[in-house]
């Protein structure tokens, strides 16, 4: 699929992956709305630098933490585009607890952002694309979660993180089949790419059997194959220099 002209929302996109994610998507002629629940100043910053590239930005707020965000934040940032042909679901809340740590309010904080949001975004723009009587011809939404390599085995650590991962995954596997043949539904799974903002929460990256840390851009690389892909859908493609291997 050709990107340019394509329209897409990047959740979490102010900062860090997510700002890498958009840029990329814009650099190959996306027009880009940019979600942010906290980060304001960078949202608007970055729908700036897109417009400069030429291509349309647009900025839409939601807590996925609120049940009833992510319904709303698709249906507004549809409204506000046209349409969306593309959904990275990169917004994410990192935490260290572990099952006996977490309280039953963090653990279903943890799932609502990172499993449940995803979930329900997708779920709507297919909704809204279904209804909608202006799509091109021709179109196929894409939806690309960003996962994380630590599903590749079973991780105690982090586990309602984790588990919602899980969560998201297999969702990128059963929509796949559930929202074909109108979309595409794939993931990428990260390595450790950027340390976390909060250092409390960094990790050590562990051993990388390709000795090479990966970067923002590579991951980023993987969004927009996935989004280009005409025939692949279902597929987690780990970006991580072969620690899932491990
Ligand atoms: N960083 C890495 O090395 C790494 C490794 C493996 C996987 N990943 C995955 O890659 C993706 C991006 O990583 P990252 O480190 O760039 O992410 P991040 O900085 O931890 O989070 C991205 C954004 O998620 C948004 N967010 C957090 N809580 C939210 C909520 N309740 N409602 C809506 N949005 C919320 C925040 O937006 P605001 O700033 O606007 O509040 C934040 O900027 C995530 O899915 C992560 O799991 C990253």
Redesign the pocket.
Known sequence: MQLLDKVALV?????????EIALALAREGCDIVV??????T??DALAREIRTLGRQAWCV??????AY?PEVTMKTAWDLAGWIDILV??????SHDTLASASVERME?LW???AL?PILLARKMHALACESRILPAGYCGRVVN?????IASASAENLP?WLA?KDLEAFTRAAALDLAPRFTVNA??????????DSALAEPAGPVPLAVR?L?AD?ADAVLYLCRAVTVTGQILFV?GGQHLL
């Open positions: 959740t979490g996109g102010a900062k860090r992956l997510g700002r979600h942010y629940r906290s980060s304001r960078e949202a707020c939601g807590d996925f933490s609120n965000a679901n990169n917004a994410s809340l990192y904080e609502r952002v990172n949001a960003v996962l994380d390599r630590s993180y991962k990428v799974a990260p390595g450790p790419v950027l340390p976390p903002e990966s923002p991951v991580d």
